[in-house]
């Protein structure tokens, strides 16, 4: 029902992710009215740090705080590691 009476009457479908993307294509969306757009931070826009690790440029010390659920898909064994 959505497919024939809503989706004609719409220009563009924007997927948060390449995997919902893709989901939708396969629902039957059409591909060139589809566009995915990334979340997050663009970590070109951040030039590599020269500082003593554990020190922030200004010399005070690095505080990191991991805040969620401590759980496998929220990355924070990737922060320890890195960490280490």
């Known amino acids: 029902h ?4 809503l989706a004609p009457a719409v220009s563009r479908f924007i997927a948060p992710s ?8 396969r629902w ?3 591909d060139a009215e589809v566009r995915v757009i990334t979340t997050g931070i663009d970590r070109e826009r951040y030039a ?3 500082t003593v690790p554990g020190e ?3 010399g005070r010390p690095l505080r990191v705080l991991f805040l969620g659920t401590y ?3 929220k990355g924070a064994h990737v922060l320890l590691d890195a960490w280490a």
């Open 18 to 25: 390449a995997f919902l993307g893709g989901f939708m294509v």
């Open 2 to 5: 959505m497919l024939r009476h």
């Open 48 to 50: 590599p740090r020269t």
């Open 56 to 58: 922030l440029q200004d």
């Open 71 to 73: 759980a496998v898909h």
């Open 28 to 30: 039957g969306l059409p």
